[in-house]
């Protein structure tokens, strides 16, 4: 069983890391590069737009795939 909590709290300090933690290993590298590249591109303004997005679907992403890994144990 995966604690979602848990997940959604390891993507909100580092984006992909709830997916890593969820056994997703490649979604959540491409989580940490696309949060990597969205804190470069903060330089020309629109990491200011991309950043906040993509910190919040992997939150959301994280606690949503738990849930689901949790509901197909269950039965």
Same mark, same amino acid.
């Given at each position: 069983m995966?604690?979602?909590?848990?997940?959604?709290?390891l993507?909100?300090?580092?984006s $992909? %890391?709830?997916q890593i @933690?969820n $056994?997703? #290993?490649?979604? $959540?590298?491409?989580?940490v590069?696309? @949060?990597a590249i969205?804190?470069?591109?903060?330089?020309v303004?629109?990491g200011? %737009?991309?950043?906040?997005?993509?910190w #919040?679907? $992997?939150i959301?992403?994280a @606690?949503?795939?738990?849930e689901?890994?949790?509901a197909?144990r269950? @039965?």
């Amino acid at each position: 069983m995966k604690n979602a909590g848990v997940a959604a709290v390891l993507s909100f300090f580092i984006s $992909g %890391l709830g997916q890593i @933690y969820n $056994g997703q #290993i490649i979604k $959540g590298l491409l989580f940490v590069a696309a @949060y990597a590249i969205s804190v470069a591109l903060m330089h020309v303004l629109i990491g200011f %737009l991309i950043f906040p997005i993509v910190w #919040i679907w $992997g939150i959301f992403d994280a @606690y949503r795939t738990a849930e689901r890994i949790n509901a197909r144990r269950s @039965y």
